[in-house]
């Protein structure tokens, strides 16, 4: 079971902050947009759930609603061989808004190389991205070969204090316990989001030296007091930071051992 000890990042860390003499490896560079969804006449490339606008603005445009498209699943895709993601990767694009009715859309815009969340006034609105092994693949990611020391992302858009983005990144093994490391952080204001290796709370038995699956998830509060008013914002490509001294050096492999158990 999870550990329930809540690992709050160093909230925004401005790019100049990250090692000087890092290595990085992208997880996903935003440049693979999402297949075409299904239920909109426009077959816009998007994960919607709740009303959707399908057109530039409504009227003249037309809402569309997951109820328009019964058997259809409108809120979460998964693809594989992604333009920017790893070989042997599969990614899943998910949103939910806290009711069914909640208006909270995502998309990937190849171009600016970011995903972008739009939500209306919902209960609770909330973004996720996951990585895992395409099917027949034997994908891991090798953090400790790498020297990871944190993993960023940049933030843009409409956050604020009394606006916040909160988020929380999950590494996980494939084994029977299903070990995993966990940080959770809140970002005030756009900027680099960044999880320090070193800040993440881990399971028993969790290797960093396997990570199956990745998963960062972003949601506007928790709990929720009120509902949460419109508003856009953005993700940059996913990455993970190595240290470039460490990683060269064959004797730091006991030390990063020793750090990452």
């Not at 395409?134 to 990871?148: E, F, I, K, Q, V």
Request: with cysteine; charged share 15%.
């Amino acid at each position: 079971m999870r550990p329930t000890r809540l690992v709050v990042l160093l909230a925004l860390l401005v790019a100049p902050t990250l090692p000087a003499a890092a290595a990085t490896t992208v997880l996903d560079a935003m440049t693979g947009a999402l297949p075409a969804n299904g239920c909109l006449p426009s077959a816009q490339p998007v994960v919607f759930l709740g009303p959707f606008c399908d057109a530039p603005s409504c009227p003249p445009g037309s809402v569309v609603s997951p109820s328009d498209c019964p058997g259809l699943v409108t809120a979460w895709v998964e693809q594989t061989g992604i333009a920017g993601v790893p070989a042997g990767v599969s990614r899943r694009v998910a949103v939910d808004g806290g009711t069914v009715d909640a208006g909270v859309s995502a998309r990937i815009d190849p171009v600016s190389a970011v995903t972008v969340f739009d939500e209306g006034p919902v209960v609770r609105g909330l973004m996720s991205l996951e990585y895992f092994p395409a099917p027949g693949s034997a994908w891991r990611l090798d953090l400790a070969a790498l020297g990871a020391v944190s993993v960023h992302a940049e933030l843009a858009g409409e956050i604020s204090a009394t606006a916040p983005v909160h988020a929380r990144l999950v590494l996980t093994n494939y084994d029977d316990a299903g070990s995993d490391a966990t940080c959770e952080g809140m970002a005030t204001a756009p900027g680099t989001l960044v999880f320090p290796i070193s800040s993440f709370t881990v399971s028993p038995g969790f290797d960093f030296s396997s990570v199956a699956q990745v998963e960062l998830v972003l949601f506007d509060c928790d709990p929720c007091g009120a509902p949460v008013q419109p508003r856009q914002y953005t993700l940059g490509p996913l990455v993970f930071d190595s240290d470039v001294a460490t990683t060269a050096r064959a004797s730091s492999w006991g030390r990063l051992k020793a750090t990452y158990r």
